[in-house]
């Protein structure tokens, strides 16, 4: 499975951007669809979760509240609409998909996109 994030942006601090995450291909519904940030100097950081096969989401604590994940299963794509941007928000921004029956709340995922540069000025 190949995913292909959409482009990023710059965007001043209150600001609100979506991203997009599409799948190469029609996926089973047990996969899980995940989007992990990563800021230079800091590991990698869980952002958020969803499964095609439902509208359960997961979310970190620091973005709960503010970003929102929602899948188009017609189109194989994921979004994930940030929302309240923060200068800490900014990071190479990450989808990732597992074809796992494991929680929402697991971090291991088997496919990976190339990122998309996400910016918040203060």
């Known amino acids: 499975v190949q995913l292909v994030e959409s482009v990023g942006g710059v965007v001043q601090a209150g600001g609100?951007?979506?991203?997009?995450?599409?799948?190469?291909r029609r996926t089973c519904s047990s996969y899980r669809i995940g989007w992990f940030r990563h800021a230079p100097g800091k590991e990698r950081e869980f952002v958020a979760a969803i499964r095609w096969s439902d509208d359960n989401t997961y979310y970190a604590d620091s973005v709960k509240g503010r970003?929102?994940?929602?899948?188009d299963n017609a189109k194989n794509t994921v979004y994930l609409q940030l929302n309240s941007l923060k200068p800490e928000d900014t990071a190479v921004y990450y989808c990732a998909a597992d074809p796992s029956l494991a929680t929402l709340?697991?971090?291991?995922?088997?496919?990976?996109?190339q990122g998309t540069q996400?910016?918040?000025s203060s």
């Open 16 to 24: 609100s951007l979506r991203l997009s995450c599409a799948a190469s």
């Open 67 to 71: 970003f929102t994940i929602s899948r």
């Open 105 to 113: 709340a697991s971090m291991t995922y088997r496919y990976w996109g």
């Open 118 to 120: 996400v910016t918040v």
